[in-house]
């Protein structure tokens, strides 16, 4: 068992470019399931495959268990990995594939089919399947193939690069939920990569959003969603994304939509403090509330989305003319054209700073 | 498929009409590129045909024009090609299987520097390696000869079993390469996670996925070394010389030849057509790959 440190690492991968992966400094805990996610580009690739061992690293270090692996052999790091393809052998059977690990570890024979029959076990491949070649298997079971490959070694370290981004949208639900039982169950340290943020909040222990080779924030999903630390983290987290604004500041508050929302104190001073007229205002999607009569924030249905359980209004703030999105019971969501007006919580404003992007205390 | 509703109008034919019609005009088309398949087919296969019907006719009807379609078949020639090709084909088969041999063993390594983990420079050697088939063989036989003189290796078969590997290397290494490439990066990293090293990841995880790309480029060897007759003729007498020799032997300085050489050539078109023959499947797997993802 064994945690997992990033230690200041960095990578360049030409000289004078800016680096895919920016001095991170992470603390994956023992048994702990973490989710790197963001979007393309953003280096949490990049990071999995340095503790792989599979990128050099170009600067700080990275450690499992409190030893520092950065110049050790992958194959010694006692980590196993799910590619995104797979990446199984085609030649091989499925219980070849699985077994090839402990093979070139020179785990005796018996031992070798005793824990790839026990991985299949876990995994739900029965034994006729052991014996076919990944050819001859549906993305479904090849994943599972993979996760297999993956299990039988009993490392101290899982890595699981998009392990789900090939399979269809129901069976990527499905797998998703068995992925995370299955690591709770087994307790063995998991680093998962996704630009997924359904999947990096359904999964993950801890997620750690990544942007520019920089790591925005690393906590519980719950933390993530309600205290974002800045503008990127609140516009990525959350489905259908937080609507951002900038609007300009007035005496108690800010203005949108011809009304005044009033701003906590706390955010007020803080936005005084930075000598700033305007700030971003971030709100969800869900805490714009259809009022009954009139509220004080009114605009036009521009679009309905049916979700079932919910539906999505896109409106048309009155006065600004920029469109926001609100969550609102699905029975009977008002008609496109009509006339809406919302009430907004004080509590659940966002602002972030329109420059740095960061939040301004609240 | 599209269903598309009639609408009653009189104007419009009734759908099962139109789907008829371009049923049968794709049937039109696909008969049409068949026949043209066919007529290109044979049109490649007349001149072999011919070959092997003028190996069966006596030697005097062999030469007649218009040509005879019917004839009494004979196998005299064939006796006469089997009691003299003895050591021809002999030496035609060391030097083609050896040769291919020392490719294939040469050319793999030397992909997977050029491919997998590409050394520094490989685009200039892998320029290198083709450059040295745009210099005529022609130009190179004065040279050649002065070499394998001093090296007392004329009319042997060591020299030919070197010159054909030198000759068909620089081809195999860019078809090996080729199909090396096609190998999946996240495969190979799997492979060295899993704890293969080097000679593990060639013989367990590439050698699997290249061996149709090989078994054509073995193919490709074996015909082009087969069928060399430049080299053979210029640096072999008698004790190396190939079967492309007893071709030229085949023709006497008079008389009738045609049945006779067209007896030899068939005997010599035999072994590279069974091979290509075994061979067919992975060939078509070998030079089709990576065409379909």
């Known amino acids: ?362 | 498929m599209t269903a598309i509703t009639a609408t009653g109008a009189p104007s419009q034919p009734p759908v099962t009409d139109r789907r008829a019609r371009r049923r049968a005009r794709e049937l039109t088309g696909q008969a049409g590129w068949t026949v043209l398949g066919w007529v290109v087919g044979i049109a490649f296969f007349i001149p072999v045909l011919w070959m092997v019907l003028t190996a069966f006719k006596p030697e005097s009807a062999a030469e007649t024009w218009p040509p005879k379609f019917t004839f009494s078949p004979t196998l005299a020639e064939f006796r006469l090609v089997f009691s003299g090709f003895g050591p021809f084909i002999e030496h035609s088969a060391i030097a083609t299987i050896g040769s291919t041999v020392l490719v294939i063993v040469l050319a793999l390594p030397a992909a997977y520097a050029l491919s997998i983990h590409p050394v520094k420079g490989w685009r200039d050697s892998l320029f290198f390696f083709i450059s040295t088939k745009m210099l005529p063989v022609v130009a190179a036989i004065g040279p050649l000869y002065v070499i394998a003189l001093k090296a007392h290796l004329l009319d042997s078969i060591w020299l030919l079993i070197i010159l054909y590997a030198a000759m068909n290397l620089p081809l195999a290494i860019w078809m090996i390469r080729s199909f090396m490439l096609e190998v999946p990066t996240e495969m190979l990293e799997a492979a060295r996670l899993d704890g293969a090293g080097r000679i593990r990841e060639i013989t367990e995880v590439i050698m699997p996925v290249v061996s149709p790309g090989l078994v054509s480029t073995a193919l490709i060897c074996v015909i082009f070394a087969w069928n060399e007759l430049f080299l053979a003729l210029n640096l072999t007498v008698t004790n190396a010389a190939t079967m492309p020799m007893f071709l030229i032997s085949s023709v006497p300085q008079e008389g009738l030849y045609i049945a006779h050489l067209s007896a030899a050539a068939t005997v010599a078109s035999v072994p590279v057509i069974i091979v290509g023959w075994i061979a067919q499947r992975s060939l078509v797997r070998g030079l089709s790959m990576g065409a379909i993802k």
């Open chain 1, 1 to 362: 068992m064994a945690g997992v440190r990033y230690v200041g690492a960095s990578r360049v991968y030409a000289k004078g470019a800016s680096p895919a992966v920016d001095a991170l400094d992470l603390e994956i805990k023992d048994g702990e399931f973490m989710v790197l996610v963001g979007p393309s580009g953003s280096g949490k690739t990049t990071a999995l495959r340095m503790l792989a061992g599979l990128e050099p690293l170009d600067g700080g270090r990275i450690e499992i268990a409190g030893r520092d692996i950065s110049d050790v052999q992958p194959k010694d790091r006692d980590i196993a990995m799910v590619f995104q393809n797979y990446a199984l052998y085609p030649s091989k059977t499925v219980a070849e594939n699985m077994g090839f690990a402990l093979k070139m570890q020179g785990v005796p024979k018996e031992e070798r089919a005793r824990r790839v029959r026990e991985a299949a076990r876990l995994l739900d491949l029965d034994d006729t399947m052991l014996d076919r070649k990944p050819k001859a298997l549906s993305g479904g079971q090849r994943q599972r193939v993979a996760m297999g490959r993956a299990i039988v070694r009993e490392p101290r370290v899982f890595l699981m690069d998009e392990p789900l981004s090939n399979l269809d949208a129901k069976l990527r639900v499905q797998t998703r939920s068995q992925i995370a039982e299955l690591q709770r169950r087994l307790g063995i340290t998991t680093v998962y990569v996704t630009h997924d943020q359904v999947e990096a909040m359904t999964m993950g222990n801890r997620v750690a959003v990544l942007a520019g080779g920089h790591l925005q924030q690393c906590d519980t999903p719950r933390q993530l969603y309600d205290n974002p630390v800045n503008q990127f983290v609140a516009g990525f987290i959350g489905s259908p994304a937080m609507n951002l604004q900038t609007v300009p500041l007035t005496e108690g508050g800010v203005r949108l939509a011809g009304t005044v929302i009033p701003l906590p104190t706390a955010v007020r001073t803080a936005a005084s403090q930075a000598g700033l007229r305007e700030i971003v205002l971030g709100i969800r999607p869900e805490h714009l509330h259809l009022a009954n009569g009139s509220g004080p924030v009114a605009g036009e249905v521009i679009l309905v989305e049916e979700l079932g359980a919910d539906a999505l209004l896109h409106v048309r703030l009155a006065e600004d003319h920029n469109l926001v999105v609100a969550r609102t019971e699905g029975r009977k969501p008002p008609a496109p054209g009509q006339q809406v007006t919302f009430n907004v919580q004080p509590d659940d404003v966002f602002a972030f700073h329109p420059e740095t992007g960061a939040r301004l205390a609240g």
